[in-house]
């Protein structure tokens, strides 16, 4: 096909409106399909997260002292501690001779503390583990641990790129339904007034 200055000057050109329809379209659609990908992502990352994570509330009373359940690392692990009351972690090879007194020597340093000034997180290897306390914890006392920290950590950065991909999804939406015909014309009439042409 030989192309000539008539056929430039007679070229269709698409009306606005239909071109903002067109992108209106193309919009939702993508919205629609980032946010299903952006709720498939969180829900994956909180399958998968949940895998590796055991959260509890459950302290033992034994003699005065207050006990959490086993905790059992199977390899680097971290160990986090919410509420507010003073727990100490300690390694299970020394619970028999921890009291009161010396509890401080043999625990292991926190790496954080939390909003009341009390050591929240515990980085550890593997082995098993109590976190430990002289005085009745209080209501809403939570501690959670996971083995295998770097996997956890890898995992968790799925369920915040699903987060974010989401709430990107949900503006992308609102600039779809922004882009309406400027004559407010309806999308069966913009058809027609091409279909006359």
């Known amino acids: 096909m030989e192309l000539n200055e008539y056929s430039f000057t007679n070229a269709k050109i698409p009306q606005t409106d239909s071109v903002r329809l067109f992108m209106r379209k193309f919009v939702l659609k993508m919205g629609v399909i980032f946010i299903v990908v952006g ?71 926190g790496i954080g503390n939390n909003s009341f000034g009390f050591s ?9 583990y109590y ?12 501690y959670s641990y996971t083995s295998n920290f770097g996997t956890f950590t890898d995992l968790g950065i799925i369920l915040i790129i699903g987060l974010a991909v989401t709430a990107i999804s949900f503006i992308v939406l609102i600039v779809g339904f922004l882009l309406k015909p400027r004559k407010g014309k309806t999308e069966k009439e913009l058809i027609e007034e091409e279909l006359k042409e």
């Open 39 to 109: 709720i498939i992502l969180v829900i994956a990352g909180i399958g998968l997260t949940s895998d590796y994570l055991t959260v509890s509330s459950d302290f033992h009373n034994v003699k005065s002292a207050y006990f959490s359940k086993e905790m059992n690392i199977t390899s680097d692990g971290l160990v986090a501690l919410d509420g507010n009351s003073t727990f100490y972690l300690i390694n299970a090879t020394t619970m028999d001779v921890v009291n009161s007194t010396n509890i401080a020597h043999y625990s292991i340093a």
């Open 120 to 128: 929240s997180e515990f980085l550890v290897g593997k082995g098993s």
């Open 131 to 142: 976190l430990v306390s002289f005085q009745s914890p209080r209501a809403g006392v939570v």
